[in-house]
């Protein structure tokens, strides 16, 4: 057990629609990072942010936004559902402090678009 | 460029038999940090070893070694005494600076032969 927590773990929906995926990092990790891994694209990295501040972005959609909020909990939101968002979206988090500090990944969010 | 480059898609190896997985990297960075990762086939990431671009000495945990040389950019990781279980695939993964998104090769899948 990582101590990362995804929820929910699969998710079904349709083109077009919007869903949240939640991710509580582990106790006292302040950074938390999104990952989408699809079949074409791999693992790819989405977004960062560190004690509720964004801070750093990649190949992430204007369609997917997200936030940090005082608890540290993160939420990504997908909006505009298309066929090709379908993949796995993991959260990671890591303590602050030096460089040899792993990334902790949850159990990733399965999402499926119908 | 890719940043991490794993040649082997795939590999077979006999259980109880040690096997390398190869990972290149490029970075113009002094301060680096490499890690690997297991995928199993139940989704979920799972951190096994990490090799600072300080460290003099090769990272050790259990039956998992990294065979780090810096001069040719490259971090292997070795498993000793395969098992059944190490059936995965298995991600080398690269982290520039501190507390920055992590970038990672294509993978290799593993498969353990009884």
């Known amino acids: 057990d990582s101590g990362v927590t995804q929820t929910p773990k699969h998710l079904i929906t349709a083109t077009g629609q919007r869903v949240t995926l939640r991710c509580s990092p582990r106790s006292g990790d302040l950074s938390v990072y999104w990952y989408q891994q699809s079949l074409d694209q791999g693992l790819q990295f989405l977004i960062q942010y560190y004690n509720g501040e964004e801070r750093a972005k990649g190949n992430i959609l204007e369609r997917f936004s997200a936030q940090q909020f005082p608890d540290l909990h993160s939420e990504l939101n997908l909006s505009s559902l298309e066929l090709g968002d379908s993949a796995l979206y993991f959260c990671?988090?890591?303590?602050?402090?030096?460089?040899?500090?792993?990334?902790?990944f949850g159990d990733g969010t399965r999402l499926s678009i119908l | 460029a890719q940043k991490i480059t794993q040649t082997q898609p795939g590999m077979f190896v006999q259980e109880k038999e040690a096997v390398t997985l190869d990972c290149t990297y490029d970075?113009?960075?002094?301060?680096?940090?490499l890690f690997w990762y297991k995928q199993p086939s139940s989704g979920e990431m799972i951190f096994l070893i990490y090799q600072g671009s300080y460290d003099e000495q090769n990272a050790t945990e259990g039956r998992y070694s990294l065979n780090f040389q810096k001069a040719r950019k490259s971090a292997n990781l070795v498993i000793s005494a395969s098992q059944l279980g190490d059936s995965a695939m298995y991600f080398c993964?690269?982290?520039?600076?501190?507390?920055?998104?992590?970038?990672f090769g294509k993978g290799t899948r593993l498969s353990v032969i009884a």
């Open positions: 993964a690269m982290r520039e600076g501190y507390r920055t998104p992590l970038v």
């Open positions: 970075t113009s960075d002094q301060s680096y940090g």
């Open positions: 990671a988090s890591s303590a602050q402090g030096t460089s040899n500090q792993p990334q902790h």
